[in-house]
């Protein structure tokens, strides 16, 4: 565990990602039909620790119906570097390394894990990008021995700031 001064220096660069972000994103994996939803991105700081749990929720946007929800946490390290850790109720946990550049989270998938009953999905890539009040997340995967394809991608405005 980081000493709490250590926390805070190491908390410094990602106090703008802090809050409860709202928008809407579109899907576009082309072994889907397009859709559209309504995303809600909570980016909260773990007390006395270089660490930011990130719980993420999707819904419908012509019904309101839960069509997705994730988990994470994201590991402060020196020199803005991060370890991203996302656990996906379909059956997946990923791990992504990378750094905070110019207001955007470079990151590098490095394993994901399936359940037994999962789909066979190979990578996931992720990239948020945070201009001002705008956070853009968006989401690519490769299922089997497909290339990677653009998956979702969401534009959310912050809604809320941390307290």
Request: no cysteine; hydrophobic share 40%; proline share 7%.
């Amino acid at each position: 565990m980081s000493p709490p001064s250590q926390a805070t220096d190491l908390m410094a660069p990602f106090a703008t990602w802090l809050g409860r972000w709202e928008g809407e994103g579109r899907g576009l994996w082309e072994a889907e039909p397009p859709f559209r939803y309504r995303e809600t991105l909570a980016i909260e700081a773990v007390p006395n620790r270089a660490l930011l749990r990130l719980t993420q929720r999707a819904t419908v946007l012509a019904s309101g119906d839960l069509s997705h929800f994730e988990v994470g946490f994201l590991r402060l390290l020196p020199d803005q570097l991060v370890e991203l850790m996302v656990v996906v109720p379909a059956g997946y946990v990923e791990i992504h390394t990378g750094r905070l550049q110019d207001g955007a989270l470079v990151l590098t998938p490095q394993t994901i894990s399936g359940s037994p009953t999962a789909r066979p999905l190979r990578l996931v890539q992720r990239t948020l990008e945070l201009n001002h009040d705008l956070l853009r997340n968006a989401v690519g995967i490769a299922v089997g021995n497909e290339e990677v394809s653009k998956h979702v991608e969401s534009w959310l405005q912050r809604a809320a700031p941390t307290s």
